[in-house]
């Protein structure tokens, strides 16, 4: 199967309630854990690379990556940008073949972030692209994406506007999260979610979701969220196989032997959270 577009997926899930998993993918190995978990799921998948994995490798590799990966499998495969932080940057995977972008103008004002988002959308829409926009923060790290915790909370009016006047296919929300490895226990704030949801009738998307505990995740999902983006835990994952194996053979050399520990560990995460969000069986 070739790739997909994102927006029948998401379309779908909002009506069956469910959500899909994005999956942050940084080298081939992933790719292929990530699709192998699919496949023995039955669940479709999305995905992703960030602006900083970009810069590793370039749009070319990572796309050429997940195309083959679709390209062998009846599984729908979507490739999205993650927080693209810039126009140039959107219309740089738009034009790799992409076939659902975001930009981030989450930093920005929201006068800003209407322009930038909205300018996103009409590139992208005369393809048939989908675009996901943000508004409110989601905090931590994550590559080269810093943000604060200063007001990081969705404002449902604002939301309801944001929509209405950038066009876009998704909605990245704050209420809670934060990206890269949880000092402690995060709260998603639930509420804040529903009474986005009574004012906003797009998917929602939940970034920051490593380390949420899986109920409060299901909670959101039964709320509205219909994209749920998973990176800093997959990349632990791989990296708890590699480390196993190398310390029970420290003299291997071999990457396709390491690396395997690595790609099962990934499967094996990745299927347990397509369980959580509800997508099993959905392909």
Request: charged letters at 25%; one cysteine or more.
């Amino acid at each position: 199967m070739s790739l997909v577009s994102i927006k029948e997926l998401l379309t779908d899930a909002q009506k069956g309630h469910y959500a899909i998993g994005a999956f942050n993918v940084e080298n081939m190995e992933m790719v292929m854990a990530v699709l192998a978990a699919a496949e023995e799921k039955n669940s479709p998948v999305i995905m992703q690379t960030t602006p900083g994995t970009i810069k590793y490798a370039g749009f070319d590799y990572y796309y050429a990556n997940v195309k083959t990966a679709a390209s062998r499998t009846r599984i729908p495969v979507v490739m999205h940008l993650d927080h693209g932080s810039s126009f140039d940057l959107a219309v740089q995977a738009y034009r790799a073949g992409y076939t659902s972008i975001m930009i981030d103008g989450s930093k920005l004002s929201l006068e800003e972030n209407i322009a930038l988002t909205k300018s996103v959308v009409d590139v992208c829409h005369p393809g048939n692209v989908p675009v996901e926009g943000e508004l409110g923060k989601v905090g931590g790290k994550e590559d080269d994406l810093e943000n604060g915790d200063d007001n990081p909370y969705t404002v449902p009016a604002e939301a309801k506007e944001f929509v209405e006047r950038t066009g876009v296919d998704s909605l990245a929300v704050g209420i809670g999260t934060a990206h890269g490895v949880y000092k402690g226990t995060p709260h998603v704030n639930v509420e804040r979610l529903s009474e986005i949801r009574e004012v906003v009738d797009i998917p929602l998307v939940l970034h920051g979701t490593s380390g949420v505990p899986d109920d409060q995740v299901r909670d959101c999902v039964s709320r509205g969220i219909c994209k749920v983006n998973y990176a800093t835990d997959l990349r632990i994952a791989f990296t708890k196989g590699v480390k196993a194996y190398m310390q029970e053979n420290p003299d291997a050399f071999d990457p396709k032997k390491y690396s395997a520990l690595g790609i099962e560990e990934v499967k094996q995460y990745v299927m347990q959270k397509m369980d959580v969000v509800g997508s099993t069986g959905k392909a």
